[in-house]
Structure formats: C-alpha cells, structure tokens
C-alpha cells in the first residue's frame, strides 16, 4: 500500500534554512506529482508546493516563493523542500502528499514532520 | 488566486444526526473540489474528489455535491468517528487552496 514518510524537521533560528525529505513507497512515483501542505499549530491546511511528476513544473505559495524549493529524486522515491530564510509564521507541520492521476487533489499523506521557528 | 470560503467555521451534532457543510469559491472551480477529514494529531483523509466522487474506502453516509462555486459535504447519520475537522480544497488553478475548515463537535 501506498506509505509516505517525512523527516528532516526540528527547532530552527529565524533567517536558517531546514530540508524536509519525504520518502514514497508503495506505487508508481515517476508517474505522481507530489505536494507539501503545512498546518501552523492551531490553524487551518494550507497547500505549500507542488513539484509535476517529471520535476519540470514547480509551484508555490506566495509566503514561500523565493525561500523554499522543491525538488524530487526519482532514483530514491524522494520528495524534498528547501527551507530557506524560515520565519516564525513558517512554524507547523509539515505533510508530504501524493497527488492523484485525475488531479490536483491529496490522495495520500505522510503522518507530517514538525518544524519549530522560534519568535 | 482563488478563495475558498467554509461555513459553518464550527458545527455542533449528535450521532446520527444529519449534517452540511458548505464550501464557497470566489471564481468558478468547474467540479475541481476535494474534501478532506482532519483529526488531531492524524495526516488529513481524502473523502471525495471531483466534487462528488467517493474516496474508495469512505462510508456511504459521506456525500458531495455542487459545481462551479458552491459545494456541499453531507453526512448523513453522523458517527462517533466523524466528530474531526473538514476542509474543502480547489483543483482548478495550480495554485491550490484549502477552506478554512468546519469543525464538527459533538453536541
């Protein structure tokens, strides 16, 4: 079945960088887009990144354009995001997602990784 | 980029209890809409896509409908399972956007 698994959080200073990596198994990884969506602690889901299924196509949300980059490795099932010049309202968790075949909605998700900006 | 507008923010019922959220969109999404189950500490649950089309696995008692930019969740016959937070999301655009999510309480 398909299992997703994020890592690379942790507690970082305002104005440093973080790379989350999101492991894939259990389907066809070259043929999927793949997603970060975060939730700050108390609020709503908010879609951060989308990277197409052959890398070629990247996608942000204003917040993080220019500070984050997403990237894929196919030879590892990977899915990453840079975290550039991180501040406080970057702080949540961070869940990695496989977009579907008919769309560009979240068929499945990673259990999340958490990332702590401090004010 | 486009708005998605949830309401009720949050929603009190009792099992078995038949309830609606509403999903609103600031431009036509066509029937570009998913929904998505949250509880605390859990990744998020697909429950329908395409507006109206049932996640394989998801209960019956889960429905959607709505195009262009208003949208429905309906469950009917609420379960103890259910009581979580509920968040539309739009596919239209490359630029993805969730509402701002309906918790459902128990009454």
């Known amino acids: 079945q398909v299992h997703l698994v994020e890592s690379g959080g942790g507690v970082v200073q305002p104005g440093r960088s973080l790379r989350l990596s999101c492991v894939a198994s259990g389907f066809t990884f070259t043929t999927s887009a793949m997603h970060w969506v975060r939730q700050a602690p108390g609020k709503g889901l908010v879609w951060v990144s989308t990277i197409s299924y052959d890398g070629r196509n990247k996608f942000y949300t204003a917040s993080v354009k220019g500070r984050f980059a997403i990237s894929r490795d196919d030879s590892r099932n990977t899915v990453s995001l840079q975290m550039n010049s991180l501040r406080p309202e970057d702080t949540g968790v961070y869940f990695c997602?496989?977009?579907?075949?008919?769309?560009?909605?979240?068929?499945?998700w990673g259990p999340g990784t958490v990332v702590t900006v401090p004010s | 980029d486009i708005q998605m507008t949830q309401s009720p923010p949050s929603l009190s019922a009792s099992v078995t209890d038949r309830v609606s959220i509403t999903c609103r969109a600031s431009?036509?999404?066509?029937?570009?809409l998913a929904w998505y189950q949250k509880k605390p500490g859990k990744a998020p649950k697909l429950l329908i896509y395409?507006?109206?089309t049932l996640q394989s696995g998801v209960p019956s008692r889960f429905s959607g409908s709505g195009s262009g930019t208003e949208f429905t969740l309906t469950i009917d016959s609420v379960q103890l399972d259910d009581f979580a937070t509920y968040y539309c999301?739009?596919?239209?655009?490359?630029?993805?956007?969730f509402g701002g999510g309906t918790k459902l309480e128990i009454e």
């Open positions: 997602a496989k977009g579907a075949a008919a769309g560009n909605y979240f068929e499945y």
């Open positions: 431009q036509s999404v066509d029937s570009w």
């Open positions: 395409r507006a109206s």
């Open positions: 999301q739009q596919y239209s655009t490359s630029l993805l956007t």
